[in-house]
């Protein structure tokens, strides 16, 4: 398609800030008309112009593909610009979603037995805002659903992976408290 290097990187460039989701290595390749090395490379120097230029963007791997971010410390310049998709989430809300991604596949009775609480709603919700999915039925009596994150949640969060995810202290007592 472009074979100066500055019509490339141009190129990439414009792919990446159109895509309302990442963009893997492979699909790059094949939109640039480029080898998958000459797009590393791309986007190698793209990664460099952003860090050298102090731009509000970054390019980060997320989700098993590409995408160009806002830099964190710009996040409440760009809030004011933004209109919210969907109302934030709630901390039970939140605290559900954790209970999933770090305990992925979990049914509704696991998380009701742990957090004490009626979920169904909250499931719901997730569900509807794409941040979690059913992922099968638990071999235990009555067959309830297991629920697991999707891409969108490691989309939302900008992790790359499930293990992005920070790890969580140990919950076992302490030795020193004797």
Do not use: C, W
């Amino acid at each position: 398609m472009f074979t100066d290097r500055r019509k490339q990187l141009g190129a990439l460039e414009a792919s990446l800030f159109v895509a309302s989701e990442p963009i893997s290595r492979e699909r790059l390749s094949e939109i640039l008309e480029l080898s998958p090395e000459i797009v590393s490379g791309l986007m190698d120097d793209l990664r460099d112009r952003y860090e050298t230029d102090n731009s509000g963007v970054q390019l980060l791997e997320v989700a098993g593909g590409f995408q160009l971010r806002t830099r964190p410390e710009y996040a409440k310049v760009v809030e004011r610009i933004l209109t919210p998709k969907s109302e934030q989430l709630s901390a039970a809300a939140v605290e559900t979603l954790a209970l999933i991604a770090y305990r992925q596949p979990i049914t509704r009775p696991e998380i009701e037995q742990i957090r004490g609480v009626s979920t169904s709603h909250l499931l719901r919700r997730l569900q509807g805002d794409g941040l979690v999915q059913v992922v099968g039925l638990k071999d235990a009596p009555g067959r309830p659903k297991m629920y697991s994150t999707t891409e969108r949640f490691l989309e939302q969060f900008g992790l790359e992976s499930l293990d992005s995810l920070p790890q969580l202290p140990s919950l076992s007592p302490s030795s020193t408290d004797e």
